[in-house]
């Protein structure tokens, strides 16, 4: 089992960042595609960028591309999420997950292990 713990969450203004870790435990997470996902209230939980397991593909949701950058540090068994230019409707709670699959996949239910997620809220 995976253990995913997500931090970096906080409010922040209109254009402003956070950077988002996501912390690993149980196994090692150089097994596993890893994704960031977001769900905000009302909403469905949507794919926003992943990472394949030597970190030299990514993959990025149209909404978030060229401001948002996914990272991984295998030895530290963690995932970042670089958020820029933050805007209203980046406003939802971030979670990190697995997935066991070859390749990117934007599907959540290919997706094994959650974390409890981070809170992201800006202010305009």
């Known amino acids: 089992q995976v253990q995913l713990v997500e931090s970096g969450g906080g409010l922040v203004q209109a254009g402003g960042s956070l950077r988002l870790s996501c912390a690993a435990s149980?196994?090692?997470?150089?097994?596993?595609?890893m994704g960031w996902f977001r769900q905000a209230p009302g909403k469905e939980r949507e794919f926003v960028a992943g990472?394949?397991?030597?970190?030299?593909?990514?993959s990025y949701a149209d909404s978030v591309k060229g401001r948002f950058t996914i990272s991984r540090d295998n030895a530290k068994n963690t995932v970042y999420l670089q958020v820029n230019s933050l805007q209203p409707e980046d406003v939802a709670v971030y979670y990190c997950a697995t997935s066991a699959n070859m390749g990117i996949e934007t599907n959540v239910n290919l997706y094994k292990h959650w974390g409890q997620g981070t809170q992201v809220t800006v202010s305009s």
């Open positions: 990472i394949s397991r030597s970190g030299g593909s990514t």
């Open positions: 149980g196994r090692r997470i150089s097994s596993y595609v």
